[in-house]
């Protein structure tokens, strides 16, 4: 079982920055590979990044490389999503999961998060 907890968001304005965070729990969720999804009113959701817990792995959706960064920090169980120059359009819900195979871009993931609001103002 694995347990997982997003905090961080909130209202921001455009060109802003924000950090997200995903606090995992459970006797096996280092076993897991770590992904941060998002999805707005009325679209799907869609893929965002995706990182080994050691960081080896990474992956990120090809709009938004460069403006977010995945990261971990394994002594908190915690996996981070640091969003910079933010934009309307990133207003959505932001979702953390766990998958027992690295299939970056994939969406059939094992766990899920509750999800965090993020709003971007203009």
């Known amino acids: 079982q694995v347990q997982l907890v997003e905090s961080g968001g909130g209202l921001v304005q455009a060109g802003g920055s924000l950090r997200l965070s995903c606090a995992a729990s459970?006797?096996?969720?280092?076993?897991?590979?770590m992904g941060w999804f998002r999805q707005a009113p009325g679209k799907e959701r869609e893929f965002v990044a995706a990182?080994?817990?050691?960081?080896?792995?990474?992956k990120y959706a090809d709009s938004l490389k460069g403006r977010f960064t995945i990261s971990t920090d394994n002594a908190k169980n915690t996996v981070y999503l640091q969003m910079n120059s933010l934009k309307p359009e990133d207003t959505a819900v932001y979702y953390c999961?766990?998958?027992?195979?690295?299939?970056?871009?994939?969406?059939?993931?094992?766990?899920w998060g509750q999800g965090t609001q993020v709003t971007v103002s203009s």
């Open positions: 459970g006797s096996t969720f280092s076993r897991y590979f």
């Open positions: 990182i080994s817990w050691s960081g080896d792995l990474i």
């Open positions: 999961a766990a998958d027992r195979r690295w299939r970056p871009g994939g969406y059939e993931y094992d766990y």
